[in-house]
């Protein structure tokens, strides 16, 4: 199998012929790079505008930090945290809205109020429930892997990925989810060793074999810090870029990044040099 397009109800965007962008945007208090700085929503909003300015083509949306040892609350309060800003920004924009949970009452309030992706980091395996909104929403989605941490360091890190990939496929296929509408991430910084995430940088080519369009999330997590001893989340954008020339190079369909405009400047470079195209 091989897919030409990754489908949204709002549109289609062609895979193989550029390397998307995914801008961050967390309306949280805590999570770990940015959190509080878009916590007020008029920010919030002046930020989104920027990213899809700066050449952002996808905005995902985070109403819960995903940080280690962050702090749970419920579907109510994440959903008052998201779905607001996801009705006040859509009649503005045409960028497409990805919605970052594991909650399926989340993602479907998002869809309800506008969204057009739900990023799940269990892949649709914690909430029974995610799979049948993905479908029932004609939603595209983007299916993590993610495992407990004892789990870390145990066997091949690329296998693991590939057979939890399966799994999470297998289970949004059977409830009626369209091949096009499924794209995967390695889920970089969660359930993995210092060393695992530095083996999937160096072994991305592997997971193609998937056969559907993968997103990688490297921007300013921890394996960067540790490299290069810098505490500041914001002080990560050399490493950071540095894993996006990777991820291109290994011939990854999106970047989930926090800092766009020299990611977006990064990318058609290396698009240019790669694919014969910089936009």
């Not at 960028?95 to 269990?122: F, P, Q």
């Not at 066997?155 to 057979?163: F, R, S, T, W």
């Not at 193609?208 to 500041?232: F, H, N, Q, T, W």
């Amino acid at each position: 199998m091989k897919l030409t397009h990754y489908q949204t109800t709002r549109r289609s965007l062609e895979l193989g012929r550029k390397t998307y962008v995914m801008g961050i945007l967390n309306l949280t208090p805590d999570s770990f790079s940015d959190g509080g700085d878009y916590f007020d929503i008029d920010r919030a909003v002046q930020h989104f505008h920027q990213m899809v300015e700066s050449g952002a083509e996808i905005v995902d949306i985070g109403g819960e930090s995903t940080r280690p040892g962050h702090t749970p609350i419920s579907e109510s309060e994440e959903i008052r945290r998201v779905v607001p800003f996801i009705e006040r920004i859509r009649p503005y924009t045409d960028a497409l809205i990805s919605i970052d949970t594991s909650k399926a009452s989340v993602a479907d309030a998002a869809m309800a109020a506008g969204a057009d992706i739900i990023n799940d980091v269990w892949g649709a395996q914690r909430d029974a429930a995610m799979a049948d909104v993905i479908a029932q929403r004609e939603a595209a989605c983007v299916l993590m892997h993610n495992r407990s941490g004892d789990e870390a360091g145990v066997g091949d890190v690329i296998e693991a990925i590939l057979l939890f990939w399966q799994q999470s496929v297998e289970s949004v296929l059977a409830a009626g989810v369209s091949p096009d509408r499924i794209m995967l991430d390695p889920g970089l910084g969660f359930g993995k060793t210092y060393d695992e995430n530095w083996t999937i940088l160096q072994r991305l080519g592997e997971l193609k074999v998937a056969g559907y369009p993968i997103l990688l999330g490297a921007s300013r997590k921890s394996m960067i810090a540790k490299l290069l001893e810098l505490k500041d989340p914001k002080a990560r954008l050399s490493g950071t870029l540095a894993t996006t020339a990777i991820g291109v190079h290994a011939g990854v369909d999106c970047v989930r990044v926090h800092d766009v405009q020299e990611n977006v400047e990064c990318v058609r470079v290396l698009d240019h040099c790669l694919r014969g195209r910089s936009n």
